[in-house]
């Protein structure tokens, strides 16, 4: 039945794995790995990995040994994770590159084939810019949030609601999964309330509350929800939302086993200068101590302290990895290496 699911998604994503031995080189010159393991130890599910996205390959094994060693390699952490949901955030450069929009594609339909229960939630700022320059509005940011009006509020639910979620769902459903398109507003999923300071930034909102009741029968049936952070107060106003808020308070609603953040950056940084140091695992309270010694500042608080609250409402792990990395997802699931840093409670 394994074999069964996995075939017919077997020539792309084995494709991309091809394809990423041209691209790994680079990425691991820009972002060297990490002197921080998670377990001290590494697995030889990475090696294969590597055998594969390495320069040097092993010339004695055939493309097709290398992959039936892979998967079953990866066998202990399908049965680890088979069953349990995670809640993936997607952005930042891997939505904006072709090439890994289809790696991110290819690990989410692997990943579903393989019993897990993926649950895609998505922003899509530079799209929002683009129709917003189109239509001669100028974007503006308060504290790197987007300032809403009601006409950018209009825009960003045509083009998150409209385009970006129905676009993730082709190619979902192109790469062999079944998804399902949402947006917080469907079946009151999200409930919206205004921002504290929502007389400068205007509809821009927190969740007051999570129902995901629509939502549950899709994930028991190996459906896949594709969630746009749009939502509605109870009014029926619209709000953006950001995206890695909803994705982390849909996590804790469902009880996750795991929430990843797709990210532009290596993951938390011992020294943000170094990209050596890099922090393979930490704590709460590791995280919290960073923050006080500024060792975590800018874009990354809010991303950790999202990370934190799921934690903190029964999340089992939370990740913030490197979305430039081709199949950063099967590296963050299906090692012990991970593709980033995991931040534990």
């Known amino acids: 039945m394994l074999a069964a699911n996995i075939q017919p998604i077997r020539p792309s994503f084995s494709a991309g794995l091809e394809k990423s031995s041209r691209s790994f080189p680079s990425w691991q010159n820009a972002v060297p790995v990490a002197k921080f393991k998670?377990?001290?130890k590494s697995t030889s599910l990475k090696s294969s990995l590597q055998s594969i996205v390495a320069p040097e390959v092993d010339k004695d094994i055939t493309s097709a040994?290398?992959?039936?060693?892979i998967l079953s390699e990866a066998l202990?952490?399908?049965?680890?994770?088979?069953?349990?949901?995670?809640?993936?955030?997607y952005g930042g450069a891997a939505m904006k590159s072709e090439a890994?929009?289809?790696s991110v594609i290819a690990d989410i339909v692997l990943l579903s084939c393989v019993g897990l229960r993926i649950v895609f939630v998505h922003g899509g700022g530079p799209e929002i810019n683009q129709w917003l320059s189109r239509l001669n509005i100028e974007p503006n940011f308060l504290n790197g949030l987007r300032v809403t009006d009601a006409s950018t509020m209009e825009i960003v639910s045509m083009v998150l609601v409209g385009k970006v979620n129905k676009q993730?769902?082709?190619?979902?459903?192109?790469a062999g999964g079944t998804a399902v398109g949402l947006s917080g507003i469907d079946g009151r999923l999200l409930t919206a309330r205004p921002s504290p300071n929502s007389s400068q930034l205007g509809f821009v909102g927190d969740i007051a509350s999570v129902d995901p009741t629509i939502i549950r029968p899709l994930i028991d049936n190996n459906h896949l929800p594709v969630i746009a952070s749009v939502a509605a107060d109870p009014?029926?106003?619209?709000y953006n939302i950001n995206a890695d808020t909803a994705a982390g308070e849909l996590a804790a609603a469902l009880g996750a086993e795991k929430l990843i953040l797709l990210t532009d950056v290596a993951g938390i940084l011992e020294d943000r200068n170094n990209p050596d140091s890099l922090v393979k695992e930490i704590n709460i309270k590791g995280v919290k101590k960073m923050i006080e010694d500024g060792k975590i500042a800018g874009g990354m608080i809010p991303k950790v302290n999202c990370c934190v609250r799921s934690?903190?409402?029964?999340?089992?792990?939370?990740?913030?990895i490197d979305g430039r990395l081709k199949h950063s997802l099967l590296l963050e699931i299906l090692t012990d290496e991970g593709a980033g840093t995991m931040i534990t409670g």
Do not use: E, M
């Not at 040994?65 to 060693?69: E, L």
């Not at 009014?235 to 619209?238: K, L």
């Open 65 to 69: 040994q290398t992959r039936v060693k």
């Open 235 to 238: 009014t029926g106003q619209p």
């Open 100 to 102: 890994l929009q289809a």
């Open 76 to 89: 202990p952490f399908i049965q680890k994770f088979r069953g349990k949901t995670i809640v993936v955030k």
């Open 168 to 174: 993730l769902v082709a190619l979902i459903n192109k």
């Open 38 to 40: 998670r377990n001290g």
């Open 311 to 320: 934690l903190a409402q029964g999340v089992r792990t939370t990740s913030i």
